[in-house]
């Protein structure tokens, strides 16, 4: 680069310049004046950008590439992304598991012998890890864990699996085979589709198939996510959402009854297992007081899932 090329890109004015065998003025070509003003221009538009993402509502967590994680048949997709196909999904993982069902009252149940859970058994170690390889985005260190495994493939004590929750690796892996493509906000956190369900329905964002209902006012159908609030969130209410991230637990509606639903969900009780909610006579969570039905669970948003069929 010349003295006069690299005095124009500084912003310093152009000197008279004599190379060798030449004396006069040399002008900067105009190609490089026009590649400056772009480099300009979109730096500042890039400025303008994140000085834009940061009014208002945060955007919605970033969604997964598709990558080779992923079955052709579902990022193609060979079908559409469908409720039946969903059901029948997370049916087919409940079975894997051998069908569970557990109504009782959350601790109601005695300790079993921690290496004697089902998420550490020979095969199904290994399905808790496809959840996570398939369902989360790989940049993620997430998306290496098993059943029994950290991200570095060492075995993690049973007794600490409580750092290593996969209930949302569960839905998101339903979600990705079922064909929902870019269209579900796949998370290690069920509070981040919650909230961007909240978001759609508030029509603060568009794009997602989720959009959040409050559990007096729609009976949910086979497909929609029913979530309720844990620990520190477990008094978390609709009219609360959006909010940060918080602990959470989301099931997906498998079948409706006169008197309850069967939903099926991923780590209750360190496997896929079924549980009957109790529903109103017209099929709602909640009654028209807004008190949730079911003692045992604090039920507060219901997810609906926009299927193309």
Same mark, same amino acid.
């Not at 894997?96 to 550490?120: C, H, I, M, N, T």
């Not at 159908?221 to 979530?227: A, F, K, S």
């Not at 209750?268 to 709602?284: I, N, Q, S, Y």
């Given at each position: 680069?010349?003295?006069?090329?690299?005095?124009?890109?500084?912003?310093?004015?152009?000197?008279?310049?004599?190379?060798?065998?030449?004396?006069?003025?040399?002008?900067?070509?105009? $190609?490089?004046?026009?590649?400056?003003?772009?480099?300009?221009?979109?730096?500042?538009?890039?400025?303008?950008?994140?000085?834009?993402?940061?009014?208002?509502?945060?955007?919605?967590?970033?969604?997964?590439?598709?990558?080779?994680?992923?079955?052709?048949?579902?990022?193609?997709?060979?079908?559409?992304?469908?409720?039946?196909?969903?059901?029948?999904?997370?049916?087919?993982?409940?079975?894997?598991?051998?069908?569970?069902?557990?109504?009782?009252?959350?601790?109601?149940?005695?300790?079993?012998?921690?290496?004697?859970?089902?998420?550490?058994?020979?095969?199904?170690?290994?399905?808790?890890?496809?959840?996570?390889?398939?369902?989360?985005?790989?940049?993620?260190?997430?998306?290496?864990?098993?059943?029994?495994?950290?991200?570095?493939?060492?075995?993690?004590?049973?007794?600490?699996?409580?750092?290593?929750?996969?209930?949302?690796?569960?839905?998101?892996?339903?979600?990705? $085979?079922?064909?929902?493509?870019?269209?579900?906000?796949?998370?290690?956190?069920?509070?981040?589709?919650?909230?961007?369900?909240?978001?759609?329905?508030?029509?603060?964002?568009?794009?997602?198939?989720?959009?959040?209902?409050?559990?007096?006012?729609?009976?949910?159908?086979?497909?929609?996510?029913?979530?309720?609030?844990?620990?520190?969130?477990?008094?978390?209410?609709?009219?609360?959402?959006?909010?940060?991230?918080?602990?959470?637990?989301?099931?997906?509606?498998?079948?409706?009854?006169?008197?309850?639903?069967?939903?099926?969900?991923?780590?209750?009780?360190?496997?896929?297992?079924?549980?009957?909610?109790?529903?109103?006579?017209?099929?709602?969570?909640?009654?028209?007081?807004?008190?949730?039905?079911?003692?045992?669970?604090?039920?507060?948003?219901?997810?609906?899932?926009?299927?193309?069929?």
């Amino acid at each position: 680069m010349t003295r006069a090329v690299r005095r124009f890109v500084s912003g310093r004015p152009l000197a008279k310049v004599e190379p060798a065998g030449e004396t006069g003025y040399r002008r900067a070509p105009m $190609i490089l004046r026009l590649v400056c003003t772009a480099l300009v221009a979109a730096a500042l538009a890039g400025c303008a950008g994140r000085r834009a993402a940061t009014r208002g509502v945060p955007p919605p967590p970033a969604v997964a590439p598709v990558d080779a994680r992923v079955p052709d048949f579902a990022t193609k997709p060979y079908a559409p992304f469908s409720r039946e196909d969903a059901v029948a999904i997370a049916l087919r993982e409940w079975r894997l598991f051998g069908s569970p069902v557990d109504d009782d009252p959350p601790g109601a149940r005695p300790l079993a012998d921690p290496e004697q859970k089902p998420e550490r058994q020979p095969g199904l170690w290994q399905r808790v890890g496809e959840y996570w390889y398939v369902g989360q985005d790989p940049r993620l260190p997430e998306g290496d864990w098993t059943g029994k495994h950290d991200e570095f493939g060492r075995v993690f004590p049973a007794d600490q699996d409580g750092q290593y929750p996969w209930s949302a690796a569960f839905i998101s892996y339903v979600m990705r $085979i079922a064909a929902a493509g870019d269209r579900f906000p796949y998370s290690p956190s069920h509070s981040d589709y919650i909230n961007v369900g909240r978001q759609m329905s508030l029509g603060w964002t568009s794009g997602y198939v989720v959009w959040a209902e409050r559990p007096d006012a729609y009976a949910p159908g086979p497909g929609d996510l029913i979530c309720f609030g844990r620990l520190t969130a477990a008094r978390l209410r609709f009219s609360d959402l959006p909010t940060g991230r918080f602990p959470s637990h989301c099931s997906i509606v498998t079948a409706t009854g006169p008197n309850d639903l069967d939903v099926v969900g991923g780590n209750v009780d360190d496997a896929v297992t079924l549980t009957h909610v109790p529903v109103t006579a017209d099929g709602r969570l909640a009654g028209p007081d807004g008190v949730v039905l079911d003692y045992r669970y604090p039920w507060f948003v219901v997810l609906r899932v926009l299927y193309d069929r």
